[in-house]
């Protein structure tokens, strides 16, 4: 069985560990829990938080313009992955929305989202970003090769779905989800692999300077 590796490593490799550039993670965080909070959820604070985290380990410059830039950058992103302005999803959210909310444009926070899911190979309903509303219909979680064959592992006998939960394959059992299974006892079992994902980056223009259309947002 092949497990999956549960995060992507940033590609930047720069060291930044200086003590203004942690006051700058700090206060991009303060920021995007106040939006989440306010707006969407704690699902979007948690995953908001995360990513911070993993531009930080990286060195992704957050240091380099303005806190509300990438602020409104990240959840720009997330909600690109979870699909935020559907109108369809709870909650929802425009881009528009979003860039009020930080005082800023919509060209500002567009720009900061796509240099940051290039960063961290962002893909819609990319499994590692997904919201726990989104994970249930997920087909990207839910979709594997078993024994030769690509089948929705949700439709698997229940022993196939322990042994695919076990390896950390997927979030939970979905027939019972707060349920872990037993320890495996390494008996024979069978053959997973994760669904083959041939992802194609497109390459996009720098960046363009922060607009100046920027506004006093919502929480200054």
Same mark, same amino acid.
């Given at each position: 069985?092949?497990?999956?590796?549960?995060?992507?490593?940033?590609?930047?490799?720069?060291?930044?560990?200086?003590?203004?550039?942690?006051?700058?993670?700090?206060?991009?965080?303060?920021?995007?829990?106040?939006?989440?909070?306010?707006?969407?959820?704690?699902?979007?604070?948690?995953?908001?938080?995360?990513?911070?985290?993993?531009?930080?380990?990286?060195?992704?410059?957050?240091?380099? $313009?303005?806190?509300?830039?990438?602020? $409104?950058?990240?959840?720009?992103?997330?909600?690109?992955?979870?699909?935020?302005?559907?109108?369809?999803?709870?909650?929802?959210?425009?881009?528009?929305?979003?860039?009020?909310?930080?005082?800023?444009?919509?060209?500002?926070?567009?720009?900061?989202?796509?240099?940051?899911?290039?960063?961290?190979?962002?893909? +819609?309903?990319?499994?590692?970003?997904?919201?726990?509303?989104?994970?249930?219909?997920? +087909?990207?979680?839910?979709?594997?090769?078993?024994?030769?064959?690509?089948?929705?592992?949700?439709?698997?006998?229940?022993?196939?779905?322990?042994?695919?939960?076990?390896?950390?394959?997927?979030?939970?059992? +979905?027939?019972?989800?707060?349920?872990?299974?037993?320890?495996?006892?390494? $008996?024979?079992?069978?053959?997973?692999?994760?669904?083959?994902?041939?992802?194609?980056?497109?390459?996009?223009?720098?960046?363009?300077?922060?607009?100046?259309?920027?506004?006093? $947002?919502?929480?200054?």
């Amino acid at each position: 069985m092949k497990k999956v590796n549960k995060k992507r490593k940033s590609k930047r490799r720069r060291k930044s560990t200086g003590e203004q550039f942690h006051r700058r993670c700090g206060a991009i965080v303060e920021l995007t829990d106040a939006f989440c909070s306010a707006y969407l959820n704690e699902d979007y604070v948690e995953l908001c938080r995360e990513v911070v985290d993993e531009l930080r380990v990286g060195g992704f410059p957050l240091d380099k $313009g303005r806190a509300a830039s990438w602020a $409104g950058g990240i959840v720009h992103a997330l909600g690109w992955v979870n699909f935020l302005d559907d109108p369809s999803m709870s909650p929802h959210m425009s881009s528009a929305e979003i860039a009020e909310g930080f005082g800023l444009s919509q060209g500002t926070i567009t720009a900061k989202s796509k240099l940051i899911r290039d960063e961290l190979d962002l893909i +819609p309903l990319d499994p590692e970003w997904c919201t726990a509303a989104m994970l249930e219909h997920n +087909p990207l979680i839910w979709m594997m090769e078993v024994n030769g064959f690509i089948t929705d592992i949700r439709l698997a006998p229940r022993e196939i779905q322990e042994e695919a939960y076990l390896q950390g394959l997927i979030p939970y059992i +979905p027939d019972d989800m707060h349920e872990p299974p037993l320890k495996s006892d390494g $008996g024979p079992g069978a053959t997973i692999l994760t669904f083959p994902s041939h992802r194609t980056k497109t390459a996009g223009p720098e960046s363009p300077d922060e607009s100046e259309e920027d506004t006093a $947002g919502l929480f200054d």
